[in-house]
T-cell receptor, first 112, second 114 residues
Framework: GENVEQHPSTLSVQEGDSAVIKCTYS??????FPWYKQELGKRPQLIID?????GEKKDQRIAVTLNKTAKHFSLHITETQPEDSAVYFC???????????FGAGTRLFVKA | NAGVTQTPKFRILKIGQSMTLQCTQD?????MYWYRQDPGMGLKLIYY???????DKGEVPNGYNVSRSTTEDFPLRLELAAPSQTSVYFC?????????????FGQGTRLTVV
């Protein structure tokens, strides 16, 4: 069945350092890979996504890389800032979107 | 567009009571989902729907029921509330077909069962 594993569960970095969060998925039919950020007490919101015909996508300080052969994709945040502190979720919907399953989440702490 | 709207935002139920969490979206999305999020935990899929009249179970469906009579609405029904159902509930919607899109979430319903 579908499974999305996300690592690490907690990540603490100094302000200005980089943070990397990795997800692996099991369904080879998945072709859309979003990352969501959830601030404390708020709803999850999309921050970046990538489709299977692209290997890397960048938006200012955040980037996502995809390795379809290995079935993993990663979120990269450079020059981290305290406002990046949040929980980050990956997801790997099956082609057609059935049963969008989220990773368990990564709690990122950015220390000033 | 209002996006995804959930009501109520907060609710306290007594054990054994029932309630319906309302969710409506105005983006004409075909897919809708209900997730629960326990404190400090991830999102667990309760039920989902791929279109009006079609619903299916997710990872944790026990104790819940859903219906999808229209594209816009996807209510979640709790029968015989139990303390284990204390959680934050998120409704979400997305489009899938020729091109998948992100999931848009409602603001959440914080439910406490005492």
């Amino acid at each position: 069945g579908e499974n999305v594993e996300q690592h690490p569960s907690t990540l603490s970095v100094q302000e200005g350092d980089s943070a990397v969060i990795k997800c692996t998925y099991s369904d080879s039919a998945s072709n859309y890979f979003p990352w969501y950020k959830q601030e404390l007490g708020k709803r999850p919101q999309l921050i970046i996504d990538i489709r299977s015909n692209v290997g890397e996508k960048k938006d200012q300080r955040i980037a996502v890389t995809l390795n379809k052969t290995a079935k993993h994709f990663s979120l990269h945040i450079t020059e981290t800032q305290p406002e990046d502190s949040a929980v980050y979720f990956c997801a790997a919907p099956r082609a057609g979107g059935f049963k969008t399953i989220f990773g368990a989440g990564t709690r990122l702490f950015v220390k000033a | 567009n209002a996006g995804v709207t959930q009501t109520p935002k907060f609710r306290i139920l007594k054990i054994g009571q029932s309630m319906t969490l309302q969710c409506t979206q105005d983006m004409n999305h075909n897919y809708m989902y209900w997730y629960r999020q326990d404190p400090g935990m991830g999102l667990k899929l309760i039920y989902y729907s791929v279109g009006a009249g079609i619903t299916d179970k997710g990872e944790v469906p026990n104790g819940y029921n859903v219906s999808r009579s229209t594209t816009e609405d996807f209510p979640l029904r709790l029968e015989l509330a139990a303390p284990s159902q204390t959680s934050v509930y998120f409704c979400a919607s997305s489009t899938h077909g020729r091109r998948d899109t992100e999931a848009f979430f409602g603001q959440g319903t914080r439910l406490t069962v005492v």
